[in-house]
């Protein structure tokens, strides 16, 4: 019997290498229907990981371990905890609703647009599953793969300039981080994670290795000042790369700062705590004032997901159980919602091919139900109460205001700034006379639309009036991330 996460990695790239291997041979609709079988058998397979999950143990479970290359003890070593299975649930789930999604539309080489999203899902599970780093490493650079893939050949007339920029910034960024792998591995004279977090090292080594880290894993989320491949990339990527591209793999750096970057260097951590607060206060207000100015709606979204993921980073180095777990709950609830977001500005796209903001107005008066569900979409994205979007944000400034007040009173500046872009942009788009002829030849959105979009709203809903769903998952890895963090010598805060 294969292992559950072999299984939930493989099966992906399996049905990937079939769609792209066979591409331009399959039947017209035999293509789309197995992409989609692809997706939906690859979602069921991560099910079993989560049900099955200890949440009160703080080991690694569902470990997997072979030898793989012996001269240079590298392992195919596989296991996940709390801060694992729900990015990996995540990550099938947004795989299958983009194919679902796009299985009828008339996108060019359709079967090989299915496969790179596959084949990416299988990636970037892998990622959350590694606990040899070499294996993490090959999981984070081959993802890279399919999403240039994906902006350059399907993306926006720019694409290339976009996606040159995305490959040279996620490039340059991982180098160090193997620089870093490979002296770990002189240190404790194998590859595997685990043996990391016991590694006694001076504080130069540790600031040297945590900047490797850093470098990589803040383009990823990305932080404030290497963010700005993102609103370019956003903007010329089709609906579908957008929408994986927010959800799950700007997660990546979060989930990597938790995983590598705090426990192999603690110490590292709180001597540069002060100006890692700094910088995540600085995408939290600078980047959403930045997004009040945008005139184009997916750029605007763009930019307010650099700003919700400062609160990702500041609950990380905030170092309290109670923050880590608010930037966890952040990082599912903006998966949610970024991509309802990006789906919702794809759908208008696709029938009026502009994302001005300026052409729009009155697009309640020919889709109401669809206008509806943007508005709740814009309002969680807001932070509403009652919504996921404000449960996270909400759990890190109340740990934020435990530590000092000012952090706090500057992180809760975002509820306002979120407020403002977001319910502005739906005032000019959704209400009001209508700007252009395009908008009067708007239709409703269609059953399968409406089924992704009002799935969404659920989970947006059930997450924010029930945030133990995913907090009982990570609260046992988040008190024992913590307790293993307090070993440095240095004061936190």
């Not at 099966?11 to 939906?40: C, E, M, R, V």
């Not at 299985?103 to 970037?124: E, P, R, V, W």
């Not at 090292?201 to 932080?223: D, N, R």
């Amino acid at each position: 019997m294969i292992a559950p996460l072999s299984l939930a990695i493989w099966t992906p790239i399996l049905f990937s290498i079939i769609l792209i291997g066979l591409g331009g041979l399959l039947p017209k609709k035999l293509g789309p229907n197995l992409a989609l079988l692809g997706g939906f058998v690859s979602f069921i397979i991560t099910i079993p990981v989560l049900i099955e999950f200890n949440y009160i143990s703080p080991l690694f479970q569902f470990q997997e371990f072979h030898h793989w290359i012996l001269p240079y003890r590298i392992n195919y070593h596989l296991g996940v905890d709390g801060f694992s299975v729900p990015l990996i649930l995540l990550t099938s789930f947004m795989t299958m609703i983009v194919i679902f999604l796009t299985q009828d539309t008339n996108i060019k080489n359709l079967n090989y647009y299915h496969g790179a999203f596959l084949m990416m899902s299988g990636l970037m599970i892998g990622v959350f599953s590694s606990l040899d780093v070499i294996l993490y490493y090959i999981f984070w650079e081959a993802m890279l793969i399919p999403m240039f893939l994906i902006i350059g050949v399907w993306g926006g007339p720019n694409r290339i300039y976009a996606t040159i920029k995305f490959f040279l910034y996620t490039v340059l960024g991982s180098l160090l981080m193997l620089v870093a792998f490979i002296y770990l591995f002189f240190e404790a004279g194998s590859f595997s994670l685990i043996d990391y977090y016991h590694l006694p090292l001076s504080l130069p080594i540790q600031i040297f290795l945590f900047v490797a880290f850093f470098m990589a894993f803040a383009v990823k989320i990305p932080m404030w000042p290497v963010h700005t491949w993102l609103p370019d990339a956003h903007v010329e990527a089709p609906t579908g790369g957008s929408v994986i591209l927010a959800a799950i793999m700007l997660k990546l750096g979060g989930y990597s700062f938790l995983r590598f970057a705090l426990p192999i260097t603690p110490d590292a951590v709180s001597f540069l705590q002060p100006a890692l607060i700094v910088i995540s206060l600085i995408a939290i207000v600078y980047i959403a004032i930045i997004a009040m100015a945008q005139k184009d709606m997916k750029k605007l979204i763009a930019y307010s997901s650099i700003s919700h993921m400062g609160f990702v980073t500041l609950g990380i180095f905030l170092l309290t159980p109670m923050s880590v777990e608010g930037a966890y709950v952040q990082m599912i609830s903006h998966g949610f919602i970024s991509a309802a977001l990006f789906i919702s500005i794809g759908i208008l796209y696709d029938q009026t091919h502009t994302r001005e903001i300026q052409n729009y107005g009155g697009v309640i008066n020919k889709m109401p139900l669809f206008s509806a569900l943007v508005v709740f979409f814009a309002m969680a994205n807001s932070g509403l109460p009652g919504t996921s979007g404000f449960v996270g944000e909400f759990m890190v400034i109340m740990a934020a205001a435990q530590e000092n007040f000012w952090i706090a009173l500057t992180a809760a500046m975002t509820l306002l700034l979120g407020a403002a872009y977001s319910l502005w942009m739906v005032k000019r788009v959704f209400y009001g006379e209508a700007k252009s002829k395009v908008v009067l030849k708007l239709k409703e959105i269609n059953f399968k639309q409406t089924l992704v979009l009002v799935s969404l709203a659920l989970l947006i809903l059930i997450l924010g009036l029930f945030p133990f769903l995913i907090t009982d998952i990570t609260n046992t890895t988040a008190e024992n991330f913590i307790q293993f963090m307090n070993r440095s010598k240095f004061p936190i805060l």
